[in-house]
């Protein structure tokens, strides 16, 4: 259900096959309106999720992209947060910056976490800076008030005892690797690959033919595999 989801949602919403640009709402079988901060945040989170249902690569590359043009056009250039609307939208008298975690979490909590994960996906240290740098700015509400800004709290946790990684590679990896996320294991990224995969940061140098290896680890330095 989630991949036809996010296939319905490429095909219709984007502006052109070959930009990241979207829309925000379809209705009648047209797309209408310049997506938003929100829309792209949640679009990123879905796709870092997807991953680790099916673990078809595809989809943190999509990941990257959308990310890559969220900072490209959403960016303040004075700060660190990202506006809710692209620099390209003119009908509107001043561009706002969402903070709060409210029933919907704000676009940029959603993105702070977004770029911690794929900082480590794809070993881009300024994106973890930036996510880090974010979170900073605002240490002292979140502590203060965590109960409206949730996704900043829940950052700050992540931030305080480390991303877990896992790697699960070899001979029936997939399955394994589906084992382990069918339990709730917070502040991780899981990647998994049957076969050899040096791209990734978490995969190099882990797949030794005809074995089934499971590794944990942080900051890409792990223990002995299992």
């Known amino acids: 259900i989630a991949e036809r989801n996010f296939t319905f949602i490429e095909l219709n ?3 052109s096959m070959n930009s990241a640009e979207m829309l925000h709402t379809f209705k009648n ?3 209408r309106y310049n997506a938003f901060l929100d829309d792209y945040a949640y679009l990123i989170a879905a796709c870092i999720q997807l991953y680790e249902a099916n673990f078809e690569v595809i989809y943190l590359e999509k990941a990257k992209q959308y990310t ?3 900072i490209e ?3 303040d250039i004075d700060n660190l947060f990202f506006f809710f609307t692209h620099r390209d939208q003119k009908d509107i008298i001043v561009r706002k910056k969402e903070i ?5 979490p704000s676009g940029n909590s959603i ?3 977004n770029l911690s994960k794929l900082s480590i996906i794809f070993n881009i240290r300024l994106w973890q800076e930036r996510s880090f740098g974010m979170l900073s700015v605002l240490l002292n509400t979140v502590i203060k008030y965590p109960s409206s800004f949730g996704i900043w709290a829940s950052l700050l946790l992540q931030n305080t005892f480390g991303l877990n990684e896992i790697a699960v590679v070899g001979s029936d990896s997939l399955n394994e690797a589906k084992k382990i996320t069918s339990n709730y294991i917070p502040y991780k990224i899981i990647m998994s690959s049957a076969v050899k995969n040096e791209i990734y940061p978490i995969l190099k140098g882990k797949y030794f033919t005809g074995k089934l290896l499971i590794y944990y680890c942080k900051e890409y330095k792990c223990i002995n595999p299992f």
């Open 13 to 15: 919403f984007k502006k």
């Open 29 to 31: 079988g047209v797309a």
């Open 68 to 70: 890559m043009y969220v």
């Open 73 to 75: 056009n959403f960016s």
């Open 100 to 104: 709060y975690d409210g029933a919907i």
């Open 111 to 113: 993105m702070a976490t």
